[in-house]
């Protein structure tokens, strides 16, 4: 989706006036061109310490040192293993976190040693997450280098848990503890032109039929797990969902049973549900549920026996989240797109960390790394470097005009006092 709908506010275009006729941001952007190589050896670096999710702490031992390397104050790990520390401005300004994600879809003892083809570095994870947490460490050298001070604290970091059952558990632990952020930007890999600033919420299910089971003949005439379970996802698959606000659902997984011959004692099934609309996602759930436990019933009653059970399980919750599409934040990514040459597009909704903070009421953004990315959660992954310093500079100046440039622009982020 492009942009031309939007039209900036004379406060954000005046801001980018100001700062691309800067000495020291015309320096900044100068820096991460020039520091291209630099940041790639971080990505594979990085990329090639194992941190499966819920397994991430010696990447986030690694990444603490990296940013205590870079003169970061206050670099703490936090109870779940999020990582962090501040950059201080010089006050009147919000506090703005830039954040990736450590962990991988990867399990232990996945083969994680890059190797370069064509240009192209191939490893599991080298784009997703490998290039966020490597532009969150450019920006930090970026700022320290050219000694840029912004008005607004910029705390940079990096969470665990965002990818699949770890369901954004870091960014949850962290606005839980902390009442203080203005705003926040993730970094994941993509192209410098888009913006993503909605959230896909999701509600994910494991559920468990059981009964006692028995032999196919001598036994026929007990209600069967499998049966409910049957039951349950031929209605689930009749539903009809909004187009707008987009809303899904899907049988992710299905087991069960013991063989052939066997009334199947058990049976279970993973349910995904999803909509950029906390409305909408909790009004499917609650019509999903219910089918569940109808499913149950009737295998019952079609057999005139009372030994069918229903355990639901909720394993994973993501909030959706959504914020004006003209909102400062927003509109300050997509000056800063155009500053760097690119057309800028709003992106479709996904789940990405900014879910939690948007969900809120926290202004936040998902903005791409650079460079060309590909095989994404596949042993295949791999990322192209050339020209890839384009979704760091985008980022830099999103970063600054949010928060703010002493002595030459005033935030566009809101804050309290």
Do not use: C
């Not at 499966?52 to 702490?57: A, H, K, W």
């Not at 059952?165 to 926040?184: I, P, S, Y």
């Not at 996602?281 to 295998?299: D, F």
């Not at 009372?306 to 355990?311: A, L």
């Amino acid at each position: 989706m492009k942009h031309k709908e939007i039209l900036l506010t004379s406060e954000v275009e005046k801001v980018y006036e100001q700062l691309l006729t800067h000495p020291l941001v015309k320096d900044g952007l100068h820096f991460i061109q020039s520091n291209n190589e630099k940041t790639l050896q971080d990505q594979i670096e990085i990329t090639e310490i194992p941190a499966p999710t819920f397994q991430e702490r010696e990447r986030g031992e690694d990444y603490a040192r990296r940013l205590t390397e870079l003169g970061l104050e206050d670099v703490r790990t936090d109870e779940v293993g999020n990582v962090f520390g501040i950059r201080r401005g010089t006050g009147g300004g919000p506090t703005l976190f830039v954040s990736a994600h450590l962990d991988t879809v990867f399990p232990e003892g996945t083969n994680i040693k890059a190797t370069v083809r064509d240009g192209k570095v191939y490893a599991p994870g080298i784009s997703d997450d490998g290039r966020g947490l490597t532009a969150v460490l450019t920006l930090l050298r970026t700022m320290n280098t050219i000694n840029i001070q912004s008005k607004g604290d910029i705390i940079f970091g990096a969470t665990v848990g965002e990818e699949g059952l770890g369901d954004l558990r870091g960014v949850k632990a962290f606005f839980n503890e902390r009442d203080d952020v203005d705003g926040f930007i993730s970094i994941e890999p993509g192209t410098p032109s888009r913006t993503t600033y909605l959230g896909t919420g999701s509600r994910r299910y494991s559920i468990t039929y059981k009964g006692p089971g028995g032999h196919s003949f001598g036994a026929f005439g007990m209600p069967s797990a499998i049966h409910a379970l049957g039951r349950a996802i031929a209605q689930i698959s009749k539903l009809e969902t909004p187009e707008d606000p987009k809303t899904t659902f899907t049988v992710g997984t299905i087991h069960g049973g013991t063989s052939v011959n066997t009334i199947a004692a058990n049976a279970n099934m993973v349910l995904d549900l999803r909509s950029t609309s906390q409305e909408e996602l909790l009004r499917l759930e609650e019509t999903v549920l219910a089918i569940v436990k109808q499913a149950s019933e009737e295998e019952n009653k079609r057999w005139d026996r009372d030994v069918i059970s229903v355990n639901i399980e909720l394993v994973g919750d993501r909030p959706a989240g959504s914020q004006p599409k003209d909102a400062p934040i927003v509109q300050a990514a997509l000056a800063a797109t155009s500053a760097i040459g690119f057309t800028p597009e709003l992106g479709e909704p996904i789940s990405t960390d900014s879910n939690v903070p948007i969900s809120l009421g926290i202004p936040a953004v998902t903005l791409g790394g650079g460079g060309d990315f590909g095989g994404a959660h596949t042993l295949e992954e791999f990322f192209d470097p050339k020209d890839a310093y384009y979704g760091i500079q985008k980022i830099f100046l999103t970063m600054i005009g949010l928060v703010g440039v002493d002595q030459v622009s005033e935030p566009i982020l809101s804050y309290s006092n």
